[in-house]
C-alpha cells in the first residue's frame, strides 16, 4: 500500500513537504506542488482521513444535525453551511434527525463518534441540558441553549415587525397560522412579539393550529373554515415557512 513516504520519495521532497502539501497548512513552493501532485497522481495515492484525524487529532469534518433536509429552511440552511465549510477547507457530515428525540441524539453520537471537529446543531428536544453540560464543541442554530454558543435571530422583534406591517398595510382582524409551538422554540417568541404589538394597536387575531408536518388538503380546509367564519378577516401571519 503506498503511503506518503512513497509519495515523498517519488516527489524528491520530504515527508513533511508532502504532509504540508495535503494539509494546506503552510506554504509549499509551486515548484513542490507540482512534483507532490504528480507523485500523488502517478502512485494513486490516498491518503486514509481516519489515520490523519488520529495524528492531528483533527478530522476537517463539521457535522450538521436537522430535523428535516427537504423543509425549505433547513435546506437553505444546509446549502449556505456546505459552502462555508469548503470554503474553510472542511466538509460536511449531513444527519436528519427526523423530529425525533431519540435518532437526534444517536445522531450527534454518530458524530462524536467520528471525531467530528464540531457540530453545528437544530435541536429540537425538550429537555437539551445534554448539550449544556457536554465539553464538545457545538453550535446552536435558532435556538438558544444555555451555556452553548448559538446563532439565531431576534424572533420577538421580528414578530413586532410583521404585526406593525400587518397594521400600516390596513389590516386590523389578523388570521395567524401556526402550530403547537414549545416554549423553547425560536418561533414561540415569534409568535409572542406578534400578540403583544396587534394587543397594543388594538388588533384582533384569531389563530389556526395546523400540522406542519403533515400538511395537506385537511389544514388547507381548515384555513379556509376560519376565513369564512370570520369573514373580518384582513390579514394573514404565517409562522412558519410551510
Known sequence: MVNIKDVARR??????TVSRYMNQREIVSPRAQRRVAEAIAELRYEPNPMARALQTQKSGIIG??????????FSRLTDAVERACSRSGYKLMLCQSAYNDTKELEMVSLLQANKVDGILLCSRLGDASLYTESDFPIISIDRE???VPSV??????????AADALYRAGSRH???????VPEYMAMYQRQNGFRA????RGMECVE??????????????RILAQMEQ???????FALGDL
Open 208 to 221: 389556526c393550529i395546523l400540522n406542519d408536518v403533515n400538511f395537506g388538503a385537511e389544514e388547507t380546509e
Open 197 to 200: 404589538e396587534c394587543a397594543s
Open 174 to 180: 389578523v388570521l395567524v397560522l401556526t402550530t403547537e
Open 152 to 161: 439565531t435571530a431576534d424572533n420577538f422583534g421580528g414578530g413586532v415587525l
Open 145 to 147: 441553549l444555555e451555556g
Open 230 to 236: 370570520h369573514p373580518k378577516i384582513d390579514g394573514v
Open 64 to 73: 450538521l444535525v436537522v430535523p428535516a433536509v427537504d423543509y425549505a429552511f
Open 11 to 16: 516527489a524528491g521532497v520530504s515527508t513533511a
